[in-house]
């Protein structure tokens, strides 16, 4: 599994392995498991901060949080990845606000149990938050080593689906922390037969943000 805490050193290998091993190109694919429509806004707050992602046409995202912004055209995945077959950036070019590494995708599970456990992995960074019916929103911020100058900013966008559905109740869920405007996302969805590229790696034990873990060590 790519691990969800970063710092420095993470962040640039992930990512560079990542670019090599599953990327196809900063375009749609007919199998892409996305989250965003064209025009769909995403306000998502976590103990990290705001951020809102706007979708635009194709694999376009923009993303604008407290004094930083950044529009991406991401890269659609070729192999399932860490349970993902969305859109990705491994954060490869910098700008003056710093880099940002990006997901966002479908999620499938056989259970709430095995979707709080996949959250607990890297929560004690990512801090993830999420409403009732599934939407993920996770934000970290990381200040590199002298290899890699500048913020690295962390993004994800996840829908849970579990048996090929958005769940209704989900323990820990706070429907106020996520926003969503202009558009909706399909209550309904069976993961696409595609090849694995990184299995899926659960935690320990269920993710709760009223008691999340007290350190990195603990994920």
Same mark, same amino acid.
């Given at each position: 599994?790519?691990?969800?805490?970063?710092?420095?050193?993470?962040?640039?290998?992930? $990512?560079?392995?990542?670019?090599?091993?599953?990327?196809?190109?900063?375009?749609?694919?007919? !199998?892409?498991?996305?989250?965003?429509?064209?025009?769909?806004? +995403?306000? $998502?707050?976590?103990?990290? =901060?705001?951020?809102?992602?706007?979708?635009?046409?194709?694999?376009?995202?923009?993303?604008?949080?407290?004094?930083?912004?950044?529009?991406?055209?991401?890269?659609?995945?070729?192999?399932?990845?860490?349970?993902?077959? $969305?859109?990705?950036?491994?954060?490869?070019?910098?700008?003056?606000?710093?880099?940002?590494?990006?997901?966002?995708?479908?999620?499938?599970?056989?259970?709430?149990?095995?979707?709080?456990?996949?959250?607990?992995?890297?929560?004690?960074?990512?801090?993830?938050?999420?409403?009732?019916?599934?939407?993920?929103?996770?934000?970290?911020?990381?200040?590199?080593?002298?290899?890699?100058?500048?913020?690295?900013?962390?993004?994800? +966008?996840?829908?849970? !689906?579990?048996?090929?559905?958005?769940?209704?109740?989900?323990? =820990?869920?706070?429907?106020?922390?996520?926003?969503?405007?202009?558009?909706?996302?399909?209550?309904?969805?069976?993961? !696409?037969?595609?090849?694995?590229?990184? !299995?899926?790696?659960?935690?320990?034990?269920?993710?709760?943000?009223?008691?999340?873990?007290?350190?990195?060590?603990?994920?």
């Amino acid at each position: 599994m790519l691990q969800r805490t970063f710092n420095a050193s993470q962040v640039l290998l992930a $990512g560079l392995f990542v670019f090599m091993m599953g990327c196809s190109g900063r375009y749609l694919e007919p !199998y892409s498991e996305v989250v965003m429509s064209p025009g769909m806004r +995403i306000e $998502g707050t976590n103990p990290n =901060g705001t951020v809102v992602v706007t979708a635009g046409d194709g694999t376009l995202r923009s993303y604008e949080g407290d004094g930083w912004e950044k529009s991406i055209r991401l890269i659609s995945r070729v192999t399932r990845w860490d349970g993902s077959l $969305g859109l990705y950036d491994p954060a490869g070019s910098s700008s003056p606000f710093g880099r940002v590494l990006v997901e966002e995708g479908r999620l499938h599970f056989s259970s709430v149990d095995q979707a709080m456990r996949y959250l607990y992995v890297g929560s004690f960074d990512t801090k993830p938050v999420f409403t009732n019916n599934g939407l993920v929103f996770t934000y970290s911020i990381a200040k590199p080593r002298e290899s890699w100058q500048g913020t690295v900013r962390a993004v994800e +966008i996840w829908q849970l !689906y579990i048996n090929g559905k958005r769940p209704t109740s989900l323990p =820990g869920a706070d429907d106020r922390a996520i926003e969503v405007s202009r558009g909706s996302i399909p209550d309904l969805s069976q993961p !696409y037969p595609a090849p694995v590229g990184n !299995y899926m790696v659960l935690g320990h034990k269920p993710y709760d943000p009223r008691n999340p873990p007290k350190s990195a060590f603990d994920d």
